[in-house]
């Protein structure tokens, strides 16, 4: 694999990672929900069906480029998991703190996506799919912050 397809992969890869965290991010806030969150667990299953797709499309870019897709999380994936065990356990599971923790993760994910578009290493094949892929984010970002704003102003 050449170097440039090495650092292009790499890029990719750091992408595949943070849809990774995103998927596990909004299973686990699917879990956290309460049952009369119906709404918000049909947004949060429609933004994980999101990210599987876009771990999928990297993927096949990645075995292309003669890479080997990653299966992991971000470490800072990671810490934010555990820090929304530890923001559970004092702020409790409710609407708020759950909606919060998801646009810290759409936050992330826009920085991810945002760093990738930076890179000179991306084909401009790869480069329109990464485009793609952080606009469709960001208005999965916005539609959570919407959902954080309505319930501001319902408090």
Not at 60 to 71: N, S
Not at 91 to 111: P, V, Y
Not at 117 to 134: F, G, I
Request: glycine share 6%.
């Amino acid at each position: 694999m050449s170097d440039r397809n090495e650092d292009t992969t790499d890029v990719l890869n750091d992408l595949i990672r943070i849809n990774h965290d995103r998927i596990a991010g909004y299973e686990r806030a699917i879990k956290e929900s309460k049952d009369l969150d119906v709404d918000l667990k049909g947004v949060f299953s429609r933004m994980g069906e999101e990210s599987t797709l876009y771990v999928s499309e990297l993927n096949e870019e990645v075995v292309k480029l003669g890479g080997e897709p990653a299966t992991g999380t971000t470490n800072s994936g990671k810490i934010y998991r555990a820090w929304m065990d530890v923001k559970a356990t004092f702020t409790g599971k409710d609407r708020e703190a759950i909606l919060g923790s998801c646009e810290f993760g759409e936050d992330a994910a826009q920085k991810a996506y945002k760093t990738a578009l930076e890179s000179d290493d991306l084909t401009p094949e790869t480069r329109q799919l990464v485009t793609n892929q952080k606009t469709s984010l960001k208005a999965s970002h916005d539609l959570i912050k919407r959902y954080r704003d309505m319930h501001d102003e319902v408090k």
